[in-house]
């Protein structure tokens, strides 16, 4: 069929003229497909690869890549230089980008443990130590996405997980993209698997002939690879864990009058083009029609001259501007939507992230398109979606390690604390419990 040359434009609400259900009505979340349905699906693949291992792996490549002339499923480090021949300037863009990202994750490093004197002979800490074996999903398919390997290797390498295992389903030819073998060596990964969906996540969960197992695997990839993930993650004979739910790309941006319609426009599509089920919001925060018509036009001419307009129109359909009185309202608006990517196109943008209480990244001022954070600035770009903000940080290094607590008594520590102990297994019925204590003490009367 033609390309639709139809007028692209979202839809508009006034909040002063509607109630609060109908606000929130237009700002759900376009559906997802049930997940038991999903998982009647990839339960099967995951039991093929637990019983069959790297002979199954490679037959669901062989299916879903049609990459039929591979042979072994596993790349091992070091990875020949042949497959990582990039030109210059994609060397360089990927390289600054792997030094900001490093130079921001590296900096959430916490330098000694928590130390906390509790009572007088108490002493508790905190520290950290990375996840040994982390696994990173790289989706594939048609896209090529250096910039997600780079913003989960890259942290898994600052914070020290000593083994780094990428999974991306390889071309049709059975290659894998040189940006992705670029930056599996620049992060130290020791293997790229190169499968996809959920047969790629259960090798990784349980381990295979020639696929190591994982202790934690993080990344997005569709609904096969997120209920694989789900599933793995609630096995207890799997034993690991995974970084959140993940769902479709949201934007929502909040702009004022000094806000440049063009500039407001180029955001909103910057998400729009990464899938129909991708979700922009709009907060006008007391602009007039002329205003709103301004952007309006930059956002059906800017969609037009884009390669995506087809995706973008689908997004386009569930997306919505709302009209608001003042930033407040705004603000009360995004904080209930818990956006994965927050744009404050406003005048005094650096004091309103102080209202900010939900969302995953925010981009503040009119010089910080969300692309920014998407490729080179430093942030990281895997954040929650679909209102998981409200629960859910984004990665970031704290992705990579777990904290373990030790606590340290003196003698006189035990004979401050010691009765509050007590007391309490006492009420619990735990005369164990108890005894650990009392044999102490009555030991120091002695
Ligand atoms: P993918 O790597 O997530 O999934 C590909 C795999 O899906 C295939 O290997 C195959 O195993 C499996 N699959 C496909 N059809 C199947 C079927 N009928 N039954 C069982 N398994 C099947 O790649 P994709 O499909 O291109 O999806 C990419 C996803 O990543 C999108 O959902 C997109 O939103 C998301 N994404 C995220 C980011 C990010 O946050 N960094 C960037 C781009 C895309």
Not at 302 to 325: E, Y
Not at 422 to 430: D, M, N, T
């Amino acid at each position: 069929t033609a390309p639709s040359s139809d007028r692209i434009t979202m839809k508009r609400l006034d909040v002063s003229k509607i109630g609060a259900a109908q606000v929130s009505e237009a700002l759900k979340r376009p559906s997802q497909k049930s997940a038991d349905a999903i998982l009647g699906i990839v339960k099967p693949i995951i039991n093929d690869i637990r019983e069959n291992g790297d002979k199954a792996l490679l037959s669901y490549t062989h299916k879903f890549e049609k990459a039929t002339s591979l042979t072994s499923p596993v790349l091992k480090a070091p990875f020949p230089k042949e497959l990582m021949q990039l030109p210059e300037e994609t060397i360089k863009a990927i390289d600054i980008s792997y030094e900001n990202i490093r130079k921001f994750h590296a900096a959430q490093k916490e330098d000694k443990p928590l130390r906390v004197e509790t009572m007088p002979g108490v002493i508790c800490s905190r520290f950290a130590r990375p996840i040994e074996r982390v696994g990173l999903y790289v989706p594939g398919g048609t896209a090529v996405l250096p910039s997600t390997a780079l913003m989960l290797g890259v942290p898994a390498m600052v914070a020290g997980c000593e083994k780094i295992v990428i999974a991306s389903p390889p071309r049709s030819d059975g290659s894998i993209t040189p940006e992705i073998v670029y930056v599996a060596h620049k992060v130290g990964a020791e293997s790229i698997v190169l499968a996809g969906g959920a047969q790629a996540v259960a090798a990784m969960a349980y381990g295979t002939e020639s696929v190591t197992k994982v202790d934690k695997i993080l990344g997005p990839g569709n609904q096969f690879v997120t209920a694989g993930k789900m599933f793995v993650s609630n096995d207890t004979n799997a034993g690991v864990g995974i970084d959140m739910p993940a769902g479709p790309s949201e934007v929502l941006v909040i702009a004022d009058k000094d806000a440049n319609p063009a500039f407001v426009a180029s955001d909103l599509l910057s998400q729009a083009e990464h899938g129909v089920d991708s979700q922009v919001i709009l907060l006008a925060v007391d602009l007039n029609e002329q205003q709103l018509q301004a952007i309006e036009d930059e956002l059906h001419n800017q969609a037009m001259a884009l390669p995506r307009v087809d995706i973008v129109r689908g997004a386009i359909s569930h997306s919505v501007t709302i009209q608001t009185r003042d930033i407040d309202e705004a603000m009360r608006i995004s904080n209930e939507y818990a956006p994965e990517h927050l744009i404050l196109q406003l005048n005094n943008a650096e004091e309103v992230v102080d209202k900010v209480m939900n969302a995953g990244s925010v981009f503040i001022g009119q010089w910080t398109p969300e692309s920014v954070g998407d490729y080179s600035a430093g942030v990281n770009h895997s954040l929650p979606t679909y209102g998981y903000a409200k629960q859910y940080s984004g990665v970031n290094l704290g992705s990579f390690v777990k904290h373990i607590t030790s606590s340290n008594l003196t003698a006189e520590g035990l004979r401050n604390v010691g009765q509050a102990v007590e007391q309490l297994a006492k009420v619990e019925e735990l005369e164990a419990h108890r005894r650990a204590v009392s044999i102490r003490l009555a030991s120091m009367q002695k």
